[in-house]
């Protein structure tokens, strides 16, 4: 197994986090510095930071309602961070991110193949926002943001787009560009006062209360794990796993 993997697979961060760590010098097998594309073998030690680490954990899975103000970090020194927040017993990190002053789904874990699966799936799956802003919308924002909106050096993928009421409404991506919902509205001059993600994929919010978090059920694990294996056989896939 790539050293990575057993990292990964060991809850202590994603594979990506990882080969930041061994770049770092931070990771050592058997005593020694190690370095990434490392195969491991029966019997080796690795550490990270002097700290033993074993790859035989049970997965942890759960969906939080982020609230505003809480950042998408697992370093506690923010006090902001929502690790703190959660206080889970097991050692769990967030896939992927949603800004400081956005609320709603956002996904945790301690299984960091899953994670450096869903991050490197090249057709980026469906996320579902709610989005209110500072003035009536219009057919043509719709439009306009339905068909891409040029932000940062790049036009956005054609999105779905449906108004809820006079302010507010729906949008869902497949893609995730730094904020960008609330740069295309910018662009098209319009301000966000609230920005809510409802839905990731198959897993959605519900009534789970604002900073509260569930663990998923089987029937979503099974569905999510699915799903990222019809993305990796899909002819878009162009991800390596084995160099992952």
């Known amino acids: 197994m790539r050293l990575n993997k057993y990292i990964g697979g060991s809850g202590f961060c994603s594979r990506r986090e990882a080969d930041k760590l061994i770049d770092a010098g931070r990771v050592k097998i058997n005593g020694l510095l190690a370095e990434k594309g490392t ?3 029966t019997g080796d030690k690795v550490y990270i930071d002097d700290e033993l680490i074993s ?3 049970s997965k942890v899975y759960i969906a939080y309602n982020k609230p505003r103000g809480i950042t998408s970090t697992t370093d506690e020194r923010d006090s902001t ?4 927040h959660i206080n889970h017993n097991e050692r769990i990190f967030p896939i992927g991110r949603l800004d400081k002053y956005s609320e709603g789904l956002i996904l945790l874990t301690n299984d960091g193949d899953i994670v450096n699966k869903i ?12 989005v209110r802003v500072d003035k009536e919308i219009t057919k043509e924002f719709l439009q306009k943001m339905k068909k891409g909106v040029h932000i940062l050096n790049t036009v956005t993928r054609p999105c779905k787009i449906s108004k809820i009421n006079s302010h507010v409404f729906k949008i869902i991506l497949k893609q995730g560009l730094n904020r960008q919902i609330r740069r ?3 662009t ?4 966000v006062f609230k920005l809510k993600r409802i839905r ?3 897993i959605t919010l519900g009534d789970l209360p604002k900073g509260d978090w569930r663990n998923l059920t089987q029937e979503e694990i099974k569905r999510l794990q699915l799903s990222l294996l019809d993305s990796q056989n899909s002819p878009e896939y162009k991800g390596n796993i084995k160099n992952g």
Do not use: A, G, Q, V
Request: net charge positive; proline share 0%.
């Open 188 to 191: 098209l001059n319009y301000k």
């Open 81 to 84: 961070n929502m690790i703190s």
């Open 55 to 57: 790859s035989n954990i």
């Open 184 to 186: 295309m509205c910018e």
């Open 39 to 41: 195969l491991l073998k």
């Open 200 to 202: 990731i994929m198959n």
């Open 119 to 130: 991050l490197r799936s090249t057709n980026n799956h469906e996320k579902e926002y709610l």
